[in-house]
């Protein structure tokens, strides 16, 4: 018999996979792992070798250390500064810092990002289909197009929405933008 934690991690697995919209073919396709372990590991009557896990972790795209994250017991309340990793585009120079990381037990993470100014990004897909946002513009000005409808916000607006398709963040010429990221 598993421990918890194992445990966790199979139930988990099996939400990963479905989450997809994948069958046990189509991920094992992606992974390299047979069916059958596929299907034991989702059970629970095995637990997945480290090798799997980073097979199953680059299939979907997703550090280890979140996946592992997803399966603890509790978290620690209180995020310290210094304990906020950041992330930084060398290409564009936009920063990310996860001021409330994802945490098993707690639905949202809280983001805070940082995007020069005349700057483009653009995601062509959701990592996440129907996922709640709430961006607040703290500084700057930045036009946000979420689903083909562009939304011009201005520091203290705040824009609501579930993502499921295409979006484009933009700055002007003479200012950048500095807001926070609230996923649900």
């Not at 805070?112 to 709430?134: F, M, W």
Request: glycine residues 8%; hydrophobic residues 35%; negative net charge.
């Amino acid at each position: 018999m598993l421990d918890n934690l194992s445990s966790r991690l199979a139930v988990r697995l099996n939400e990963l996979r479905r989450g997809r919209g994948w069958s046990l073919d189509q991920l094992a396709a992606h992974s390299g792992i047979s069916r059958a372990t596929l299907s034991r590991m989702e059970k629970g009557e095995v637990s997945p070798t480290a090798e799997n896990l980073g097979r199953l972790c680059a299939a979907y795209d997703l550090p280890m250390s979140r996946l592992l994250m997803m399966v603890e017991d509790s978290f620690d309340p209180k995020v310290a500064f210094e304990r906020q990793t950041e992330w930084r585009d060398p290409e564009t120079g936009f920063t990310r810092r996860a001021v409330s990381p994802p945490a098993n037990g707690l639905n949202a993470e809280v983001v805070e990002c940082h995007l020069p100014r005349d700057t483009v990004i653009t995601y062509e897909a959701p990592p996440k289909s129907g996922q709640e946002h709430h961006l607040i513009l703290i500084d700057g000005a930045l036009t946000l197009t979420v689903d083909g409808t562009s939304h011009a916000l201005s520091a203290g607006d705040c824009l609501r929405y579930h993502l499921s398709g295409p979006t484009r963040f933009e700055t002007g010429e003479s200012r950048g933008a500095r807001y926070l990221l609230v996923l649900i």
